[in-house]
């Protein structure tokens, strides 16, 4: 077994599993969906429910994705987004340092899965048993940008600091 090509199965594995965790949190732990709901409209997004609900989707489906080395760059595009609206909306005002609440950890969660998205899953997945691999200047521009332009519309379409909640 190439080493490359472990260590790119236990980042998946990693990132995966860490975003799997995250989404069934805001799903089913604390204040479940309502309390996932009520955090992000005191954020200042519109439609708590549907915020909600579309992190919880989106944070499993990624993360899912990412252990099974499925379309990689397109589920990395979802961490990507998910961590830069976190990042933007939840832990940029604290600084940089995640122990202050800042936006270190979910940087790295971003990064490291643009660079799954340049390096490809590595052949231990299904992109590489199905021969879907998109990687390299592709695989990266689909996990940055997708992810960047996910959180662009998620902003633009709901995001409105300082309103309140527009639920119901």
Do not use: C
Request: glycine content about 18%; aromatic content about 8%; hydrophobic content about 55%.
């Amino acid at each position: 077994m190439d080493p490359v090509d472990l260590a790119l199965m236990l980042l998946r594995l990693a990132v995966g599993g860490t975003m799997v965790a995250h989404g069934v949190n805001h799903w089913r732990g604390g204040g479940k969906i309502a309390g996932t709901a009520g955090w992000f409209e005191s954020l200042g997004l519109r439609h708590g429910k549907l915020q909600a609900w579309a992190s919880v989707v989106t944070e499993i489906g990624a993360g899912v994705l990412l252990i099974l080395g499925l379309i990689t760059p397109l589920a990395a595009a979802g961490v990507v987004g998910v961590m830069l609206v976190a990042a933007l909306l939840a832990h940029r005002p604290n600084g940089f340092f995640v122990f202050k609440e800042g936006w270190e950890y979910v940087m790295i969660l971003a990064v490291v899965s643009v660079v799954l998205g340049v390096t490809g899953p590595g052949t231990i997945s299904l992109d590489s048993a199905l021969g879907i691999v998109y990687d390299g200047w592709i695989g990266g521009a689909v996990a940055l940008g997708g992810g960047v332009l996910g959180t662009a519309l998620l902003l633009a379409a709901f995001w409105r600091p300082g309103r309140g909640s527009t639920e119901g």
